[in-house]
């Protein structure tokens, strides 16, 4: 297969990345046919940072700051949260994610990655799983990087539970998806509109 001359390489390298930042030199080696140290240069050349500088960058830029827990108890890297809207996080399988014998991921950190993430979407104090309907669509593997991204759907505000939905990926393949009921506490101790906060401890 004939290469791509340098200058269209950068142009759709370039392209690729605006389009997905979560792009692995991997995946980019794979779309533009050519070797992994091709891709390096090509993103030096560019002044391309690599995925996990990519995905700092965004966060500083672009999101709330977490209320619901603790941003160390958020399972995967926030890279996007606009809260009560929507966030984006990504979590790499690695060694101590995965069973020894087959490399596949256990089920329970992608759904730790996703369920965090639907919790950390909720603009509130309290936020906890009330039930949650999951499906594994396919195994997460050693090395692969799974990006979730969570939408909510109805935010609870009067009823004090709120709808999430959740998609995980490894690149274009969705890996898990999940839609979670949770709890917030904003129910309890304020109505919209009014202008005090009551605790309720």
């Known amino acids: 297969m004939e290469r791509l001359p340098k200058r269209q390489r950068h142009q759709q390298l370039s392209r690729l990345i605006e389009e997905n930042p ?7 080696t794979r779309l533009l046919k050519v070797s992994i140290q091709t891709i390096r240069l090509d993103r030096l050349e560019l002044a391309i940072p690599e995925l996990r500088e990519r995905l700092k960058a965004m966060a500083e ?7 619901s827990l603790p941003l160390h108890e958020v399972i995967g890297d926030i890279v996007d949260l606009q809260l009560d809207k929507s966030g984006i996080s990504l ?14 991921a256990r089920g329970h950190h992608v759904f730790a ?4 993430l639907a919790v950390a979407v909720i603009n509130d104090e309290v936020a906890l799983t009330s039930s949650a309907d999951i499906r594994f ?3 997460a593997r050693l090395g692969e990087k799974c990006i979730a991204k969570a939408y909510v759907r109805s935010s609870g ?6 709808k999430v ?15 979670f009921v949770i709890y917030r ?17």
């Open 165 to 179: 939905e959740v998609f995980t990926y490894v690149g274009e393949e969705m890996v898990f998806t999940g839609n």
């Open 185 to 201: 506490s904003t129910a309890l101790g304020e109505r919209e509109g009014a202008g005090r906060h009551a605790d309720s401890h």
């Open 61 to 67: 830029r672009s999101y709330d700051s977490v209320r």
């Open 157 to 162: 505000e009067q009823k004090g539970k709120a």
């Open 137 to 139: 669509i396919r195994p």
């Open 113 to 116: 990655q996703a369920n965090s």
């Open 91 to 104: 979590f790499e399988i690695r060694e101590e994610h995965v069973f020894s014998r087959t490399g596949i």
């Open 22 to 28: 979560f792009l692995t030199d991997r995946e980019l």
